[in-house]
């Protein structure tokens, strides 16, 4: 059974950063595509990032392009979200999940997801 595991959210000002991390077990991980997608109120689920097990990697926000940079550590098991610049519209809750299929900002190709963690950022 796949289990990925989310941390590092908070609450930080407008400016500041935050290094999201999303711990994978169960399965090779380098053979799992990890990507990060965000909910805020009110509003979809939308896809923010995505890397492949070969380490290709993709964003799919323009908003957060430039800011937000997705990595892996393969020893680690682990996908990192570094999110800097952050601004009061990155609030929402974020969630890593786990496919054995190519990136995509489609979510229903992920099989696996955590349990989200809640970044707020205030103006």
């Known amino acids: 059974e796949v289990q990925v595991v989310e941390s590092g959210g908070g609450l930080v000002q407008a400016g500041g950063s935050l290094r999201l991390s999303c711990a994978a077990s169960g399965f090779r991980f380098a053979d799992l595509t990890i990507g990060w997608f965000r909910q805020a109120p009110g509003k979809e689920r939308e896809g923010v990032s995505c890397?492949?097990?070969?380490?290709?990697?993709?964003v799919y926000i323009d908003s957060v392009k430039g800011r937000f940079t997705i990595s892996s550590d393969n020893a680690k098991s682990t996908v990192y979200l570094q999110m800097n610049s952050l601004k009061p519209e990155d609030t929402a809750v974020y969630y890593c999940?786990?496919?054995?299929?190519?990136?995509?900002?489609?979510?229903?190709?992920?099989?696996?997801w955590g349990q989200g963690t809640q970044v707020t950022v205030s103006s």
């Open positions: 890397i492949s097990g070969s380490g290709g990697s993709t």
């Open positions: 999940a786990a496919t054995i299929q190519g990136c995509s900002d489609y979510d229903e190709i992920y099989d696996w």
